[in-house]
């Protein structure tokens, strides 16, 4: 009996620690760079290498790559991950640490992150998210926790998403805070062991692109309202639409002011009482930043 306790007990302690890593050498990143303005698209990679000690903490080396071969890498900082899933990144030696991930968080917690803003540019954006919905997304075949993270503490601007194993859905070193006119992106592939375990959906399994022309995004999509005016509630419904496949709503007031921009996967509801009266624009795109419908909306 003794034997058999000890045995869960390991089995059991084992999943914990799995679940926890997200810093490990078997894996690889392909990150898309959306360039603003511009019909250019940019591939990047990331992977870990080999321990290194700095002030006494221990580190992996961050790799980085943009040959579609993965054949020329350079080092693009270290990282490491602590015992409660936090994830800290430098840029180099001197640099002092800065916390990329918190997998430890929990509902309702506020957060204190930063990511590498610009492409190939290694500057720091520091952002505050607020912990709006944990579930679960499947990575290969597994489910793995997934955090939901808003700029607001209203919990309906979900701007961003962490995945333990996989990390943010706009790239391992990236976190989207939610601003318009900036380079956008987002995870193209994720990869362990060399086995695929993610691809976005619009890529056609592909792991490197440079246009834009590269996305699949020739599926029309029949997207309805109604009622308009919303009275009381209206339906946002999205057809001809792939298994957990992402839009983004904005919503601009007659002002052109955004007053809401969130993730969203299935139809919408929008409810009369969360506005004041008037005309609103409703704006969703694809996930490459495309308008694919636009409606203006009438709140009584």
């Known amino acids: 009996m003794k034997v058999l306790l000890f045995t869960i007990s390991i089995l059991f302690s084992c999943s914990l620690v799995n679940s ?140 961003e998403q962490w995945v333990e194993t996989m990390g943010s859905m706009s790239g391992m070193l990236r976190n989207y805070d939610g601003m318009v006119g900036r380079d956008y992106f987002f995870l193209l592939c994720f990869t362990e062991n060399d086995t695929l375990k993610y691809t976005h959906y619009q890529t056609n399994s592909t792991c490197y692109i440079i246009s834009n022309n590269d996305l699949i995004n020739s599926r029309q999509r029949e997207i309805t309202l109604a009622p308009n005016p919303v009275v009381n509630k209206s339906f946002i419904k999205i057809n001809n639409k792939i298994l957990q496949e992402q839009f983004i709503l904005e919503i601009y007031n007659i002002k052109g002011s955004l007053i809401k921009r969130e993730f969203i996967c299935d139809d919408y509801e929008i409810n009369n009482n969360e506005f004041k009266s008037g005309m609103y624009l409703f704006n969703i795109l694809d996930i490459t930043n495309q308008i694919i419908w636009s409606e203006k909306i009438l709140i009584k």
């Open 20 to 159: 926890q890593i997200l810093v490990d050498s078997t894996r690889v990143w392909s990150t898309v760079n959306n360039q603003y303005m511009s019909p250019n698209s940019s591939t990047e990679f990331i992977k870990f290498e080999r321990d290194t000690t700095i002030d006494t903490i221990q580190y992996k080396k961050v790799m980085y790559s943009t040959d579609a071969f993965q054949e020329y890498w350079s080092i693009h900082g270290f990282i490491r991950e602590d015992s409660v899933g936090r994830v800290f990144y430098r840029k180099n030696e001197i640099d002092s640490e800065k916390l990329m991930y918190d997998f430890g968080a929990h509902l309702g917690d506020t957060i204190h992150v930063s990511e590498l803003y610009g492409y190939t540019n290694l500057v720091y954006r520091e952002m505050t998210y607020y912990v709006c919905n944990i579930d679960s997304f499947l990575v290969g075949n597994l489910m793995q926790k997934r955090i939901h993270l808003c700029i607001d503490t209203s919990g309906n601007y979900d701007v």
